[in-house]
């Protein structure tokens, strides 16, 4: 009877993860798409319902009139002004708001409540965010290697503690990552909630929409016409995310190896089939290096 080991398939780990990566694409959006569809489906009607009972009070508007006045609202929104309140509203651009939005550029959470309307405004976003990006980018790796350095500091605090390395590692990562998760995920979405009258879970589900750089822009701290924030409000927060946004990246990055090992442990060719891989292509690089070597010395 013919019989088959899974460790003795060739399976490229790069297939494996574009397939559970649009897999988990495709499993997420057939549950968004069931969570979320009957409500939209409710708030459209709800919407056209009101419509209709404000045409039925307001006799002197018709619908070309009211649908005029929505597409001004819609542009007020998109412009980040407020519809509602008046004219004395905070500014979305006074030095708290543009170094918050600022923080959002060169991070790539994008909120997209808020953007230039400027030709010179959106001309300087595009260079500044060219030149921003990679400088976000080299310093959270460099912040991420400091965290390294004091988790490295924290276990072998730990080593005179518990003698058992493995126990030791398990410690230190499990308290970093407490740790963390109250400075950045917890102690913060309670700060929003007290200051914004949200949730704690809506403070949260900021905190980490925010973090996780997806940015909807369904919730934005400092945005209540109705609420007068201290001047430095957005500025504090903005960098809560740039440093936060560190230690994240970091979590992320230990989540992925786990994945990784996971993966090594349960189809142990993965392991073999990388390391040819790897020699396939030093071997492919040196063969490209020496006959492009004697290419030029038989052109001298």
Not at 255 to 260: C, D, G, L, T
């Amino acid at each position: 009877m013919a019989s088959f080991q899974l460790d003795r398939i060739k399976v490229s780990w790069t297939a494996i993860l574009t397939l559970a990566h649009f897999m988990y694409l495709l499993v997420g959006a057939i549950i968004f798409q069931i969570l979320e569809r009957e409500a939209e489906s409710n708030s459209r009607n709800h919407f056209q319902l009101e419509k209709l009972n404000f045409l039925a009070n307001y006799t002197c508007l018709d619908g070309p009139a009211l649908e005029k006045f929505v597409k001004v609202i819609l542009d007020a929104w998109e412009k980040g002004v407020n519809p509602s309140g008046n004219s004395t509203n905070p500014s979305n651009w006074d030095f708290s708001s543009s170094f918050f939005f600022a923080g959002t550029v060169v991070t790539t959470i994008g909120y997209g409540n808020l953007s230039p309307s400027t030709m010179s405004g959106q001309v300087f976003c595009v260079f500044y965010a060219l030149c921003g990006i990679p400088l976000n980018l080299a310093f959270l790796k460099q912040a991420g290697k400091c965290l390294t350095v004091h988790l490295g500091r924290l276990k072998r605090g730990m080593v005179s503690v518990l003698p058992y390395k493995q126990t030791v590692e398990t410690l230190a990562v499990s308290l970093f990552f407490i740790s963390g998760s109250l400075l950045f995920l917890v102690i913060p979405p309670l700060l929003f909630s007290y200051v914004e009258g949200w949730t704690f879970s809506e403070g949260f589900y900021f905190a980490f929409i925010t973090l996780s750089t997806i940015g909807f822009g369904d919730y934005v701290v400092g945005t209540d016409p109705d609420k007068e924030y201290i001047a430095l409000y957005r500025s504090l927060a903005g960098i809560w995310i740039i440093f936060a946004l560190a230690w994240l990246a970091l979590i992320l990055n230990m989540a992925a190896r786990v994945i990784e090992i996971v993966a090594v442990l349960t189809y142990p060719g993965l392991k073999t089939q990388e390391a040819e891989e790897d020699v396939s292509e030093d071997v492919s690089s040196g063969s490209k290096g020496r006959s492009e070597k004697t290419s030029n010395m038989e052109n001298i």
